[in-house]
């Protein structure tokens, strides 16, 4: 079993930033792909980007390209999601997945153990 727990969220300005954190406990998160996942309210959960499980292999989606940037330190267990530039269609709760194997999806069902999501809200 993995624990997610995801932090960082909070309320910020249009045009601000933030840094989102993905704790691990359980197991070493070194063999599982992770990915980044947000829903708005009556939104559909959506794919943010994913990092491969050495993070050699990005992606993002084409909504947050060139603002957020994913990185990992397997070492502490730690997932990262720094954003700048935000904007309101950035509000949403954001959720770090794991998914076992290399490599990320952008399909839900491919993450085998999800986190509670830590809020994010961007005033304009």
């Known amino acids: 079993q993995v624990q997610l727990v995801e932090s960082g969220g909070g309320l910020v300005q249009a045009g601000g930033s933030l840094r989102l954190s993905c704790a691990a406990s359980g197991r070493t998160i070194s063999s599982y792909a992770m990915g980044w996942f947000r829903q708005a309210p009556g939104k559909e959960r959506e794919f943010v980007g994913g990092?491969?499980?050495?993070?050699?292999?990005?992606y993002y989606a084409d909504s947050v390209k060139g603002r957020f940037t994913i990185s990992r330190d397997n070492a502490k267990n730690t997932v990262y999601l720094p954003m700048k530039s935000l904007k309101p269609a950035d509000t949403a709760v954001y959720y770090c997945?794991?998914?076992?194997?290399?490599?990320?999806?952008?399909?839900?069902?491919?993450?085998?153990?999800w986190g509670q999501g830590t809020q994010v809200t961007v005033s304009s």
């Open positions: 997945p794991a998914a076992q194997g290399a490599f990320f999806s952008r399909a839900r069902s491919r993450y085998d153990y």
């Open positions: 990092i491969s499980w050495s993070g050699d292999t990005k």
